[in-house]
Nanobody
Framework: QVQLVESGGGLVQPGGSLRLSCAAS????????MSWYRQAPGKEREFVGF????????NIADSVKGRFTISRDNAKNTMYLQMNSLKPEDTAVYYC?????????WGQGTQVTVSS
């Protein structure tokens, strides 16, 4: 059964850091395009970044570039989102997504709240 499970969210003060994880099961994560999205209350879901399957090339949205990085551990079949210098506007539910050809799967999301 294909499944994506995010974890690592929580409450953090402005300027702090968090690392989110997206654990995949039922498929090999490194053969898919894996992405992070986020959705703040009352707003549309927003692209954060992706890591490509074969080459592992990453692409980060301009809104978080320089603060967020994406990586993966093939042995653990897990993707990560390292978030540094967090701002209150980064508060959102963060989702991971797997795509290959016509297949798409989403995780259930993990809440990140940046507040003092």
């Amino acid at each position: 059964q294909v499944q994506l499970v995010e974890s690592g969210g929580g409450l953090v003060q402005p300027g702090g850091s968090l690392r989110l994880s997206c654990a995949a099961s039922g498929f090999t994560l490194s053969t898919y395009v894996m992405s992070w999205y986020r959705q703040a209350p009352g707003k549309e879901r927003e692209f954060v970044g992706f890591i490509s399957g074969a080459s592992g090339t990453t692409n980060i949205a301009d809104s978080v570039k320089g603060r967020f990085t994406i990586s993966r551990d093939n042995a653990k079949n897990t993707m990560y989102l390292q978030m540094n210098s967090l701002k209150p506007e980064d508060t959102a539910v963060y989702y991971c997504r797997a795509v290959r050809n016509s297949f798409t799967s989403w995780g259930q999301g993990t809440q990140v709240t940046v507040s003092s």
